[in-house]
């Protein structure tokens, strides 16, 4: 049932969404059952390839990260990924009466279209086991670009906005989304500054 809705939305998004905008489910449960499961992906992959297997950038050495070092910033990885999408869901249904919802917003629906538009980015994570740093940008840029997609086809479903109104509701979200995203790496160069930041060791 977790990779239902997932495999659904690459391979028949239009019902997909409204089968999501069907179901009765809290918030909860599709913050603990979708994104705390398949935001782990990422972290999980970039601990394996950054403490394991290394990474090299054209004929450099090969570089890792120590055990502690990979375990924290996977860790610190996967926090910001929730916050992240929490917060996209939370902005998208606040913005949802200013862009011509029909019905009356809900936070778990907002959460919902979040959740579900990040799926592919979710799903790429797994490109990480394989550390070639511009496979890994074209994989997450593809994955970027379905991820708006999917929250452009969405909008009208779930939130019941007028398909011009998307338009304009997506580039709005899709600006919020790239604060937070700006927001992330600020934190992490706070973080780094606070003795948080990779150690590297070559080998």
């Given at each position: ?107 778990v629906s907002g ?25 890994n940008a074209a ?11 999917l929250m452009y ?51």
């Amino acid at each position: 049932m977790l990779l239902s809705h997932a495999v659904g939305l690459f391979t028949r998004p239009g019902e997909e969404w409204a089968f999501i905008k069907n179901q009765r489910e809290n918030a909860t449960r599709h913050y603990v059952l979708y994104i705390v499961i398949l935001s782990a992906i990422a972290p999980i992959c970039a601990y394996i390839s950054t403490a394991h297997f290394g990474w090299s950038v054209g004929n450099e050495r090969l570089i890792r990260l120590t055990e502690i070092s990979a375990v924290q910033l996977s860790v610190l990885t996967y926090l910001a990924m929730l916050v992240g999408v929490f917060a996209l869901g939370y902005a998208i249904h606040w913005m949802a009466k200013t862009y011509g919802a029909k019905d009356e917003p809900r936070l778990v629906s907002g959460v919902a279209l979040a959740a579900y538009s990040c799926t592919p980015l979710f799903l790429a994570g797994f490109a990480l086991l394989y550390p070639v740093p511009w496979f890994n940008a074209a994989v997450f840029l593809a994955a970027a670009c379905y991820g708006a997609w999917l929250m452009y086809d969405g909008l009208p479903v779930v939130m019941g906005v007028e398909k011009g109104q998307a338009v304009m509701y997506g580039g709005a979200l899709l600006t919020v989304a790239l604060v937070i995203l700006v927001s992330t790496r600020v934190g992490s160069v706070i973080l780094w500054n606070l003795g948080v930041g990779p150690v590297f060791i070559s080998g």
